[in-house]
């Protein structure tokens, strides 16, 4: 069974720092891309980071510069460092999973749109900058 579980969501400050993590099981870790999106109230998902299984890494510019994705294959778990946290980044994040048999169906992790579209999604943690 695919698991994928959150961890270091929380309140902070403006100009803060705060460290996601997510622990994945079930699946073959490194060969899967995995990718942190977030859900602001009344949006869609956005795809915030993604880092690939060859380590290419992907981020959405409003956070290029501030958040830095990475993973570490031999414990299955992939991180999100967010620093000079701003309001607008208060959301859920979500840690999605891009398996093989996702991979070999040509499929990847959108960019935008509807949450748990594709792929192995956990179940979220809340983040808050209050400014």
């Known amino acids: 069974e695919v698991q994928l579980v959150e961890s270091g969501g929380g309140s902070v400050q403006a100009g803060g720092s705060l460290r996601l993590s997510c622990t994945a099981s079930?699946?073959?870790?490194?060969?899967?891309?995995m990718g942190w999106y977030r859900q602001a109230p009344g949006n869609e998902c956005e795809l915030v980071s993604r880092i690939s299984s060859d380590g290419s890494t992907y981020y959405t510019d409003s956070v290029k510069g501030r958040f830095t994705v990475s993973r570490d294959n031999a414990e299955n778990m992939v991180y999100q460092q967010m620093n000079s946290l701003k309001p607008e980044d208060t959301a859920k994040y979500y840690c999605?999973?891009?398996?093989?048999?996702?991979?070999?169906?040509?499929?990847?992790?959108?960019?935008?749109?509807?949450?748990?579209?594709?792929?192995?999604w956990g179940q979220g943690t809340q983040v808050t900058v209050s400014s």
């Open positions: 079930g699946f073959t870790f490194d060969e899967s891309d």
């Open positions: 999605a999973a891009l398996t093989t048999e996702f991979k070999n169906g040509g499929y990847w992790l959108p960019s935008w749109g509807r949450c748990r579209s594709v792929g192995y």
